[in-house]
């Protein structure tokens, strides 16, 4: 699995394609911890080195499994980054009920908004003790959509400073929308951004704000959610399908059909192509997805491997499909 490094800081490499680790704090269903260590378990036999979690996946059973799967691999072999932001305060009150926000996990901890200074350093020091691992190679400020200003001015100056320290190696931002993204990118000292949703098969937003701001910056670009939340990950969208974590409107299902169409015609299928597309812009670092169990690595590494043709982008944009 190829690597790269980040732009400002070469020390930092990715794997072209990252685990994303929400799966193993059981998003959307409970997921045993044998599934996730499994998943780990073929995606490092397949040579994939990076591995992306958070606390706010599973109310920190991510971060659990994710450092329990990784502690025994060689330290140095392995990237991991995690976010801050959602700090994890107990909560009795609520534990005997089930987190409302989407993990199937017991409400025994509630999320606390918080990009202070102090909270950011609370919150990494917190995910070291859930991980058990030495340190955290890339930290992301995490949604910080309705909180610009601390986030800009308090949390990533924190983040500079533990950077500067050599406490982690790299830093950036992780969003479901472009525009702030790349406001960090061009007002900021960051490193790396992960955008979620706005840079995929069936939609570029990012073409005009995030990725050529970061070409310009030097900074790196993770592409996550590349299926649109379900959206891009069947080869015929069902009618049914998810599209931002939300029952996906009939004339968005009709554009991915579409698109599936397309694909089909040129003999890949539209997860294959939907991953493929993606890693060929040249800002982007790494692509993360989410992975569940073993047979999702095995799939995933399938469609990741696709000979895709050249001439499917063409046949796209002709369509009136594709931006770019």
């Not at 990494?124 to 949604?143: F, K, M, N, P, Q």
Request: net charge negative; charged share 25%.
């Amino acid at each position: 699995m190829t690597s790269r490094a980040l732009p400002h800081r070469p020390a930092v490499r990715l794997t072209a394609l990252g685990f994303g680790a929400a799966q193993g704090g059981s998003l959307y269903r409970a997921t045993s911890g044998e599934e996730f260590a499994g998943a780990v378990d073929a995606a490092w036999a397949a040579g994939i080195r990076y591995f992306d979690t958070a606390p706010h996946y599973g109310l920190g059973l991510s971060e659990r499994r994710l450092g329990a799967a990784l502690r025994s691999r060689p330290r140095d072999e392995y990237v991991v980054s995690t976010k801050v932001g959602r700090l994890l305060v107990p909560s009795p009150e609520t534990a005997g009920e089930r987190d409302s926000e989407g993990f199937d996990v017991p409400a025994d901890h509630r999320r606390v908004w918080d990009f202070s200074r102090d909270g950011v350093r609370r919150s990494l020091e917190a995910s070291l003790e859930r991980t058990g691992l030495d340190r955290v190679d890339v930290v992301y400020l995490h949604d910080p959509d309705d909180h610009w200003e601390q986030a800009a001015t308090e949390a990533v100056p924190a983040l500079v400073e533990l950077r500067d320290q050599g406490v982690i190696g790299a830093i950036g931002a992780g969003m479901n929308q472009s525009a702030m993204l790349a406001r960090f990118v061009e007002e900021t000292d960051i490193d790396v951004v992960m955008c979620a949703g706005r840079y995929t098969l069936l939609e570029q937003g990012a073409l005009d704000d995030l990725l050529p701001a970061a070409q310009a910056r030097g900074v790196g670009v993770v592409i996550a959610g590349v299926y649109n939340s379900g959206l891009l990950a069947r080869d015929e969208p069902p009618a049914d399908a998810v599209y931002n974590y939300q029952q996906a409107p009939p004339e968005v299902i009709e554009r991915a059909r579409r698109i599936a169409a397309v694909c089909q015609a040129h003999g890949v299928t539209l997860p294959q192509a939907a991953l493929a597309f993606v890693r060929r812009h040249p800002a982007v670092v790494s692509t993360v997805v989410g992975l569940r169990d073993a047979a999702q690595v095995t799939e995933t590494l399938r469609r990741w491997d696709a000979d895709v043709p050249e001439q499917l982008w063409a046949a796209l944009r002709d369509a009136g499909l594709l931006d770019g």
